[in-house]
């Protein structure tokens, strides 16, 4: 990638925009109503263009498009598409609640309509949950700039990403809240769409004038083939020649990943959690003029999400045509470290060679099928070595030689094309496993390392250092989106956990009787402290045994919480005679019952596992009102002026959107893909 002058100046002038505008909204900040909730007077296009900067990050340009990348394909596209329906829904039937009660936060919602008990258990899950989204989304975007700037040239670590990241948005939502955050959010909102939109072109430009690309021959297997292309063939034409396999909607229910099984209910749980219930999503709508303006701003968002697959899945799903070959080399580093712990647990291998500073010429002549563990004095020599090889994984000395493994280690790869890419090393690691397996006291005792055959991950890092032209500007404008994604949503994280804390804890248990000015300046405080945790955690999640995918880690996390807090508010919204203690005993239930399926029974996929405890969390608050009844059911009474008349143009274009949505999926069906 080359970074010229224009790239510079409109990347700096971008990221100049967006902190002068945040900061200029510091001025109308004097009470927390205005600080956490911008007065109250967000209209519908700010409302829906903040909402989509708020989702979208490197959530979706790294982890999204990474997934896109791999054998899921299009299918990925069901966390924007279904999101459509659910935000329709969303507008018409929680938020007039919301509005009605005059809250400042959701957990606050739990405490007006069950106890203070059920929003405090909220309050702490939703505050240790946020902690793990900050760390992910700055670590997501932390790696997009370590990769981009290793195309130029230059070593940019994992922290000093994460710290940049972390002070462009802490500057404008310490200064100036939600309405800051909002006012940042309609150009770096509008600014990423257009670039991906960029992306997108150039990714179909470029695999027009490719002579061969790689394909994935079936979603099952996994198994990889790259293919030489006819000349004269058009870009859509070997596009879909390429990847039809990858554009179909409904995976098997088996996949590990997004089985068709959890578009039933699985999906609609975190969904439905994160758009009608998540504060950092909600906090805009919250904040909305009236009912009206709400509703208005969620359809158009709605509308947008519909827009997101296409300029993020689709280039993708180009990234591994184009790519593949760069994708398997990004995975050296991660490999190179399990693969350590597999030579020093089975130190008879038959496929793994373990060589102290091997020679270029023998890297370069290092026959495939058979790996090499190469031990280099340092990490610099590591990262200096011009020679990439697939199946040579270099590792430093002092790396290798830390490197302590369990007797009951097993490893695996979830990666369906590594038994493909390494069938031999796949097989010899599988006997292997059999044996650890049937020789360990128990199920639990077992540990597990984890081989990648790619970086999927990469894949937007790659279209945006490779496909885009020098010189003009672009790649300086798509960067500056791209960091704009993230800044947008890590200040939307940030302005969420600072309210959550100063209102459901401080000002609840701490001080009652805080000054306007207290809770501002308490806000302004946990946005400093936030960041720093945001900070110091994104180089932590860099560890590829955590997951391969950022974007499952944190869609797997929130399990812990989304069903139950789902389960809660539904259960009592409909049921207005469900006692108090059915949404504490709700809440706890998900936790306990989310972490036992993990650890018991692991394989079920965690989209299932969500649909699990949400309906047992359901069966558990049905018991208890049917035993436990309130004598007269809940009303909710309006807290404020807000005008709350529902939208009727909403409502029409909100149908509208839901049939455009049920029409995607028909397009994308394993009928009309086969055809």
């Known amino acids: 990638m080359i970074f010229g002058v224009w790239d510079i100046v409109v990347f700096v002038a971008f990221v100049a925009a967006v902190i002068t505008i945040g900061m200029s909204k510091s001025s109308k900040t004097g009470s927390s ?124 670590p994992l922290a000093i990403g994460a710290l940049v990241i972390g002070m462009i948005a802490m500057l404008y939502v310490a200064a100036g809240g939600l309405r800051a955050c909002a006012w940042a959010d309609l150009i770096q909102g509008s600014a990423l769409i ?77 969904n439905f959690y994160y758009w009608g219930l998540n504060q950092y999503i909600t906090q805009r709508t919250l904040g909305s003029k009236s009912l009206a303006q709400g509703q208005k701003g969620i359809v158009f968002a709605a509308f947008l999400k519909l827009i997101i697959p296409f300029v993020i899945v689709i280039p993708g799903i180009i990234a591994f045509n184009l790519f593949s070959a760069d994708m398997q080399f990004e995975a050296i580093r991660d490999n190179a470290r399990v693969m350590a712990k597999y030579v020093k647990a089975n130190p008879n291998t038959n496929v793994v060679t373990v060589m102290e500073s091997p020679a270029e010429d023998t890297v370069a002549t290092w026959p495939s099928g058979k790996f090499m563990l190469a031990i280099y004095k340092d990490d610099a020599t590591v990262k200096a070595l011009k020679i990439r090889h697939p199946f040579v994984l270099p590792i430093e000395r002092e790396q290798f030689n830390s490197v302590q493994v369990s007797a009951n280690t097993v490893f695996i790869s979830e990666d369906k094309a590594w038994d493909n890419l390494y069938s031999q090393l796949a ?65 939307a994280m940030l302005n969420a956990a600072s309210t959550i804390f100063s209102m459901d804890i401080y000002q609840k248990f701490l001080s009652p009787k805080a000054s306007q000015k207290t809770l501002v300046l308490l806000g302004r405080i946990c946005v400093v402290a936030f960041t720093f945790v945001a900070v ?39 049921l207005r005679k469900a006692p108090p203690v059915a949404g504490v005993v709700g809440l706890l239930t998900n936790i306990v019952a989310y972490g036992g399926l993990k650890l018991l029974v692991p394989h079920v996929q965690f989209l299932n596992r969500m649909a699990i405890c949400f309906v047992l969390c359901l069966v558990v608050m049905g018991a208890i009102t049917v035993f436990k009844p309130l004598a007269q059911p809940v009303e909710f009474k309006q807290k404020g002026t807000l005008e709350l008349t529902s939208s009727k143009n909403a409502l029409y274009a909100g149908l509208l959107v839901i049939l455009l949505t049920l029409i995607l999926y028909l397009l994308f069906s394993p009928l009309i893909i086969a055809g």
């Open 33 to 156: 109503e205005d600080y956490f909730l911008a007065g109250r007077g967000l209209s519908w296009w700010l409302i829906g263009f903040s909402l989509i900067a708020a989702n979208i990050s490197t959530e979706q340009f790294v982890g999204m498009s990474g997934n896109a990348a791999s054998h899921v394909g299009l299918a990925i596209a069901s966390y924007e598409w279904m999101a459509a329906i659910t935000l329709v829904v969303i507008a018409f039937t929680f938020l007039p609640y919301f509005l009605r009660a005059g809250i400042y936060t959701m957990p606050e919602f739990l405490e007006y309509r069950y106890n203070g008990t059920a929003r405090t258990i909220m309050a702490v899950a939703t505050l240790f949950i946020y902690m793990l989204l900050l760390g992910s989304v700055t670590y997501s975007g932390a790696l997009t700039i370590r990769t981009i700037a290793g195309d130029m040239g230059y070593n940019v």
């Open 194 to 270: 257009v670039g991906g939109a960029v992306i997108l072109v150039f990714a179909f430009i470029k695999l027009g004038r490719t002579d061969e690309a790689a394909q994935i021959l079936d979603v099952q297997t996994g198994a990889v083939a790259v293919k030489s292309l006819a000349p004269g063939q058009g870009a859509l034409s070997r596009f879909y020649d390429l990847n039809h396999v990858r554009l179909n909607m409904f995976l098997p229910k088996t996949d590990n990943v997004l089985p068709w099984t959890a578009l039933m209910l699985g999906l609609w749980i975190p």
């Open 427 to 491: 097989q010899e690691v599988e006997a292997y496993n059999e044996h650890v397996r049937a020789t360990a006291l128990s199920a639990t005792s077992i540990k597990t390392e984890k081989f990648i055959a790619y970086k999927y991950d990469t894949a937007m890092a790659q279209l945006l250092g490779k496909v885009l032209p020098s010189g003009v500007g672009l790649t300086g404008f798509v960067l500056a989106a791209l960091l704009g994604a993230v800044v947008s949503s890590l200040a």
């Open 536 to 574: 110091w955690l994104a180089p932590q999640l860099g560890n590829p045994k955590i997951s391969n995918s950022i974007f499952t880690i944190i869609q797997e996390g929130q399990g812990f919480i989304s069903p139950g807090i789902l389960a809660v508010f539904i259960f009592g919204l409909v």
